[in-house]
C-alpha cells in the first residue's frame, strides 16, 4: 500500500511544499491536489483577474528561492512578445527587477507543470484536481477524511495526511453595502468605480494595489524624459483617491542590501534561543536589548540620532516613524526614491535598514511565547518597525503615487487615533469624522492587507467541533494570536501535535508567525512540511506494509 497525502490549494505555498517532499521521497506516495480554480500554481496574489495587470510583486528577482530554475532564467527564456504581453521590457531583464504579478503567476504555473511532470516520470503519482473545492474534513480513525465538490456532486476520500495551504482569506462579499468594499479584491472588479471621490483605509501595499487598479480605470501612466507622469481620461475630473492610516505613510523604496545575507553579530538565533530556554515576563525588553545592541553596531551614527541606548522599544518605535511623520509624504517619498536610487545604482547599503531586515525573522520567533500583554506590546511598536523595513516597494511604485498626487489625483490622510468611520450610510460610502469635520467618500475600501483571524473563521467545520482548530487562548482582547499549532504547524490537541494534518492557512497562522506572508515564507513553511511529510512516509511505509499482508493473507 502507498501512503496518500492530500493539498488543499495550489499556490506558491503547495509548490515549494511538493518540491521539497519530492526532493526527500521516490515513488512511495500518491499525492492529490485540489485546487478551487481552473489552473494550478498560481495563487491569489497572482491570479489574472485578482490582480490588474499593472499590480507589481514586491519581491525581486534574486530574493525569490528557485524551483526548477530561477524567475531570471524562466525570464530569459521567454520570447519578446510573450514578455511585452506580461508587462515586461527584455532590456530590463535583470536580478533585481520587480515584475508583474501575473508575470511570477505565469512563472509559479510553469515551475508546478515541471514539478509535476519530472515527479510522473519518477513514478510517482500525482493528481490534480482543478475545479474541485474542499468544503470539510474530518479527522477518523482511519485517517482524514476530504469533502469536495465536483462538477454539482459532493464527493469524500480519505487520506492519511492532509496539507491546508489556503492562503489568504478575504471576505466572500467584497461590496457589503452600495459604495463600501471590505477588500480590494477581486482587482477586476473595481474598474466599475465611477471617477469621483473613493476613500482607501490603509497606505502601504494593499492600499496602493487598490489606487494602482483605480487609476487604471480612469486614465494610464506614461513615461517621458521628465519622469513617470498620469494621463486622466476624459470626464474623470471627479476622480481622486485619498488614502488614509493612522501614522498617513507611504511605505519606503526598495533599498538595496547583499544577498546572501551577513550573519548576525547580537540578536542572533542562538542568543534568542537562549532567552526562550528561561522565558521571562521582561521577554520582550530582553530581546529589544539584542535588537539596540545589534543595530548599534551595525549603524552607530543612527544610534546615536534616535538615542538608541536609552530608548525603550515604545520611544524607538516613535522615533523610527518620527520624521516621516512630520513631513509630507510625498515630498518624503520623492527625497526617499532619489536615495534608493543612487544606492541601487552605487550598490551602497545603509547599514541600519539592513540590519532590521536581517533581525526580522529572527525576531519573530518570540511572538509565541510573549505572555499577553507583551504580545500587545509587540504587536503595536516592535512588529510596525520590522514589517515597514522589508515592506518597502518598487521604485516604479513610488513614482506612480507621486504621478498621482501631481495629477491631483491622490492624497494621504494621517487619521491619528481620534477619528470615526461611519459604513452605515443611506447615500452609500461611509462618513468620515476627523477633528469633527465629516467627509463623505462615496467609495470606500478598506485595504489594510490580511489581517488575522480566529479559529471560528476557519473554513472547515469539522475540524472545529471536533476540537482539533482552536484559538490560543488569551486573557486579554488584545489582537487575535491565532490557532495552536507546533513548529511543523501541526494543530496541537491535548498538548499533542496532530501530525496528519498541517495548517497554512496565513490569517489563522499569524499570532504564531508575525511575518510569514510572502514568497519566502511560502518557501521556508514548504521546507518544514515537505521535511516533515517525507519522514511521516518512511514512518507509515512498515505499518502499511503490514496492513498489505494481513489483508493478503486473509
Not at 489574472?48 to 528577482?61: C, E, K, T
Not at 530590463?92 to 509535476?116: I, K, M, N, S
Not at 519573530?364 to 509587540?378: E, Q, T
Amino acid at each position: 500500500m502507498t501512503a496518500s497525502i492530500a493539498f488543499v490549494g495550489a499556490g506558491p505555498t503547495t509548490l515549494y511544499s511538493l518540491h521539497s517532499l519530492l526532493g526527500r521521497i521516490d515513488g512511495e506516495v500518491a499525492i492529490t491536489v485540489f485546487e478551487e480554480q481552473p489552473t494550478v500554481g498560481l495563487g491569489a496574489p497572482y491570479r489574472p483577474g485578482w490582480n490588474d495587470p499593472a499590480m507589481l510583486s514586491n519581491i525581486a528577482s534574486v530574493e525569490i528561492p528557485p524551483l526548477s530554475e530561477t524567475l531570471l532564467g524562466w525570464m530569459r527564456r521567454q520570447a519578446e512578445p510573450d514578455l511585452a504581453a506580461m508587462g515586461i521590457h527584455a532590456a530590463e531583464v535583470h536580478e533585481r527587477a520587480f515584475v508583474p504579478r501575473v508575470a511570477l503567476g505565469r512563472y509559479f504555473r510553469d515551475q508546478f507543470d515541471a514539478l509535476v511532470a519530472a515527479s510522473r516520470a519518477r513514478g510517482v503519482d500525482i493528481d490534480i484536481r482543478t475545479r474541485t473545492r474542499v468544503i470539510d474534513i474530518t479527522s477518523t480513525e482511519d485517517g482524514m477524511l476530504v469533502t469536495f465538490t465536483r462538477q454539482g456532486g459532493v464527493f469524500h476520500e480519505m487520506f492519511d495526511r492532509v496539507v491546508l495551504a489556503t492562503g489568504h482569506q478575504w471576505p466572500s462579499e467584497q461590496e457589503v453595502r452600495p459604495g463600501y468594499f471590505l477588500s480590494p479584491w477581486p482587482a477586476d472588479a473595481l474598474a466599475a468605480t465611477p471617477p469621483i471621490e473613493v476613500g482607501i483605509r490603509g497606505s502601504s501595499l494593499t492600499a496602493i494595489d487598490a489606487a494602482v487598479a483605480l487609476a487604471g480605470a480612469h486614465g494610464v501612466f506614461r513615461r517621458t524624459e521628465d519622469g513617470l507622469v498620469y494621463d486622466a481620461a476624459p470626464g474623470t475630473e471627479g476622480f481622486r483617491m485619498t488614502m488614509m492610516s493612522r501614522k498617513g505613510l507611504l511605505p519606503e523604496a526598495d533599498f538595496f542590501f547583499p544577498l546572501p545575507h551577513a550573519p548576525l553579530s547580537i540578536c542572533t538565533p542562538k542568543a534568542i534561543g537562549e532567552l526562550l530556554a528561561n522565558v521571562r515576563g521582561d521577554l520582550l525588553d530582553r530581546v529589544f536589548d539584542l535588537f539596540r545592541r545589534e543595530l548599534t553596531l551595525a549603524d552607530p551614527a543612527y544610534a546615536r540620532a534616535m538615542n538608541l541606548e536609552a530608548a525603550t522599544l515604545e520611544e524607538f518605535c516613535e522615533a523610527y516613524f518620527g520624521d516621516r511623520a512630520a513631513k509630507d509624504p510625498f515630498a518624503w517619498a520623492e527625497v526617499n526614491l532619489e536615495e534608493a536610487r543612487r544606492n541601487h545604482a552605487d550598490r551602497v547599503t545603509v547599514p541600519w535598514r539592513d540590519a532590521i531586515l536581517r533581525m526580522h525573522e529572527v525576531v519573530a520567533v518570540i511572538a509565541p511565547h510573549l505572555d499577553d500583554a507583551g504580545f500587545v506590546r509587540f504587536s503595536r511598536h516592535f512588529k510596525p518597525v520590522f514589517v515597514d523595513d522589508y515592506g518597502a516597494v518598487p521604485h516604479e511604485t513610488i513614482e506612480r503615487m507621486l504621478a498621482l498626487h501631481r495629477a491631483g489625483k491622490l492624497d494621504v490622510l494621517a487619521l491619528g487615533d481620534d477619528y470615526r468611520i461611519d459604513a452605515h450610510r443611506p447615500e452609500g460610502g461611509v462618513l468620515l469624522t476627523l477633528e469633527r469635520k465629516d467627509r463623505h467618500f462615496p467609495v470606500f475600501i478598506e485595504a489594510t492587507g490580511q489581517r488575522p483571524l480566529s479559529a471560528i473563521q476557519f473554513p472547515f467545520l469539522s475540524l472545529l467541533e471536533q476540537g482539533i482548530v482552536r484559538d490560543e487562548i488569551t486573557t486579554d482582547a488584545g489582537p487575535s494570536r491565532g490557532i495552536v499549532i507546533d513548529a511543523d504547524f501541526h494543530p496541537v490537541v491535548n498538548s499533542r501535535a496532530m501530525d496528519r494534518l498541517f495548517c497554512l492557512g496565513l490569517p489563522f497562522i499569524m499570532g504564531r508567525h508575525p511575518f510569514i506572508q510572502g514568497i519566502t515564507s511560502s518557501h521556508d513553511m514548504g521546507q518544514i512540511v515537505g521535511k516533515a511529510l517525507a519522514e511521516g512516509v518512511r514512518m507509515d511505509k512498515p505499518t502499511l506494509e503490514n496492513v498489505a499482508m494481513t489483508a493478503e493473507a486473509a
